[in-house]
Nanobody
Framework: QVQLVESGGGSVQAGGSLRLSCTATKPTYSGYCMAWFRQAPGKEREGVASIDHDGTTTYADSVKGRFTISQDNGQTSLYLQMNSLKPEDTAMYYC?????????????????WGKGTLVTVSS
């Protein structure tokens, strides 16, 4: 079973940048679809970005052009580079893995979840 641990969250002013990391504490998640989700206070969790085992990426419209998802060659670490941050990006950010077929940015498809890392963006 894959265990995921996020890090890199924190507080930043609007316009700033943060880089989130997600590390698998057990053998690689090679071949899985990996994704970032977020949940803002009082809102439902939403997909932010995903990356398939072949490197294909998908982004939510709200983060396109500002966020970049990537992973290392050994597929043991997942990253989310967040630039031009806005107050509305404030949320708990979760790393997730889909061990099944395909790579749809939907929480219903995810099999494994991290516990999250908090991002706070002030205006």
């Amino acid at each position: 079973q894959v265990q995921l641990v996020e890090s890199g969250g924190g507080s930043v002013q609007a316009g700033g940048s943060l880089r989130l990391s997600c590390t698998a504490t057990k053998p690689t998640y090679s071949g899985y679809c990996m994704a970032w989700f977020r949940q803002a206070p009082g809102k439902e969790r939403e997909g932010v970005a995903s990356i398939d085992h072949d490197g294909t990426t998908t982004y939510a419209d709200s983060v396109k052009g500002r966020f970049t998802i990537s992973q290392d060659n050994g597929q043991t670490s997942l990253y989310l580079q967040m630039n031009s941050l806005k107050p509305e990006d404030t949320a708990m950010y979760y790393c997730a893995a889909d061990a099944g077929w395909g790579c749809e940015l939907s929480e219903d498809n995810m099999d494994y979840w991290g516990k999250g890392t908090l991002v706070t963006v002030s205006s």
